[in-house]
């Protein structure tokens, strides 16, 4: 089955203590990018990626790194979480050449504290 | 900057066709409309998307006017599942979703 798989759905941290999310998608896409989600604001993207080892900031990457080296693969990464960091995450994927839209993860629900 | 507005909700009845409107007046040549929809707090599920032809699939109809900038999604006969919100975006790869349109269906 085509997916976008998130990991953990849910987590519950204590400020400052490193964490990752993975997310990985059996689509062969080119496009991966991440999101937060928060009451009245929308989705936001937070870092996106064209292809292995290319990555690029969104709108809200702060407090953020991902990387990129495997085109299955793109984790998301808070160094240091903070409570404003908590939120709903989601991670998508898509292809360049067919005009399909995106596929999104279930969701990965954080919380900070 | 938004680039789509929508109005914040809308509610229909079941069984009856939901219009849901989309301005996108500084829509350029080459971006597609793409309408997307979340229901509760999953993840968000592509419907449609369309250039400057109207589109139809399984899900939804999707009429874009002439000058492309509006579109209207139509949910042709509306069920209590289609309860959700609706997004609709440009898809650029730089992709945001605004506050999109609460569909609420009645019974």
């Known amino acids: 089955e085509a997916q976008v798989t998130q990991n953990p759905r849910y987590l519950i941290t204590v400020t400052g203590k490193k964490l990752t999310v993975t997310c990985s998608q059996n689509?062969?896409?080119?496009?991966m990018s991440w999101y937060r989600q928060d009451p009245g604001l929308g989705l936001r993207q937070i870092y996106y990626?064209?292809?292995?080892?290319?990555?690029d900031k969104g709108d809200v990457p702060e407090g953020y790194k991902v990387s990129r080296k495997e085109k299955r693969n793109f984790p998301l990464i808070l160094e240091s979480p903070s409570p404003n960091q908590t939120s709903l995450y989601f991670c998508?994927?898509?292809?360049?050449?067919?005009?399909?839209?995106?596929?999104f993860g279930s969701g990965t629900r954080l919380t900070v504290v | 900057d938004a680039k789509t507005t929508q109005p914040p909700s809308m509610d229909c009845a079941e069984g009856r066709a939901a219009n849901l409107p989309c301005n996108h007046s500084?829509?350029?040549?080459?971006?597609?409309v793409y309408w997307y929809r979340q229901i509760h707090s999953q993840g968000p599920q592509y419907i449609i998307h369309?250039?400057?032809n109207n589109e139809t699939n399984e899900m939804a109809s999707l009429i874009i006017t002439e000058d492309r900038k509006s579109s209207t999604l139509i949910l042709p006969h509306a069920t209590l599942r289609d309860t959700a919100v609706y997004y609709c975006?440009?898809?650029?790869?730089?992709?945001?979703f605004g506050a999109g349109t609460t569909v609420t269906v009645r019974a």
């Open positions: 975006t440009l898809n650029d790869y730089k992709l945001s």
């Open positions: 990626s064209m292809n292995v080892e290319v990555t």
């Open positions: 998508a994927s898509s292809s360049f050449g067919y005009r399909v839209g995106y596929t």
């Open positions: 500084t829509i350029s040549g080459n971006e597609y």
């Open positions: 689509m062969n896409h080119e496009y």
């Open positions: 369309g250039l400057k």
